[in-house]
């Protein structure tokens, strides 16, 4: 299998479940508002949001990642199908408790 970013295989090697039998992942950006372009102007890509989007068959992982280096910051959330209520960590911050209910189908 051919992976463009080794820093997310490992992070999915370490955290695979046995019964998961499948992965598929996907990155998507989000670009900063047009509000700090004007603002900030050469320095606004700083500002965009690398994401990775895994979909396994028993859950939902979004990454998000460095723009410089490919390594995963640490702010990942983790959905899983077999649990309603999931927890939101930003390990930047250390900050927890953001909560919120998940209905997969």
């Given at each position: 299998m051919y992976n463009r970013n080794p820093y997310f295989y490992q992070y999915l090697k370490q955290t695979v479940e046995p019964d998961e039998t499948y992965y598929y992942y996907f990155y998507v950006m989000s670009y900063a508002p047009l509000t700090k372009y004007?603002?900030?102007?050469?320095?606004?890509?700083?500002f965009n949001k690398h994401i990775i989007v895994c979909v396994t068959?028993?859950?939902i992982l979004v990454c998000e990642m460095n723009p410089m280096n490919g390594k995963l910051t640490g702010n990942t959330v983790e959905i899983d199908g077999n649990v309603r209520l999931i927890e939101i960590v930003n390990k930047s911050t250390r900050s927890s408790?953001?909560?919120?209910?998940v209905e997969m189908g």
């Open positions: 004007l603002l900030y102007q050469s320095v606004t890509p700083f068959n028993k859950r408790g953001v909560r919120g209910v």
